[in-house]
């Protein structure tokens, strides 16, 4: 699968069978789109090893996202730190950031309140 079948555009938020991108986070001259994460790490990540990036270097979605306190909720608590976030180098942000976070605000979020 190429990478442009893992990043689709589409009519509205209603028709997104994945990963949400919209308003900000919507890709260049797109209002919605979707990111297919499980095509996308087949494709790009087999036999990567994860690598250490800088907080500070990463563009994640807040926490009131999907108009709430995401992360004071049950995903939140569940979230698993042994898993690392799915980053894109050099994919439009709105930051204006190295790395945007496809995969893993909350996981990201647990660890800088922890201080790992």
Known sequence: MSLDRSI?????PSKVPGH????DW??????????ALF?????H???KQPKT???????AKSGNWFGGDDFF?????SADVKYPGRLVRAMPNPCDRPY??????????KLKRHGD
Not at 39 to 43: G, I, R, T
Not at 53 to 59: E, K, L, N, Q
Not at 73 to 77: G, N, P, S
Request: charged content about 35%.
């Open 8 to 12: 689709l555009r589409v009519s509205s």
């Open 20 to 23: 949400t991108v919209y308003g």
């Open 26 to 35: 919507a890709l260049p001259r797109s209002e919605y789109s979707y990111i």
């Open 39 to 43: 095509d996308l790490a087949k494709k």
């Open 45 to 47: 990540m087999l036999g």
């Open 53 to 59: 990036v800088r907080f500070s270097d990463i563009c």
């Open 73 to 77: 909720e049950k995903r939140h608590e």
């Open 100 to 109: 945007r976070m496809v995969d893993g605000r909350r996981r990201m979020e």
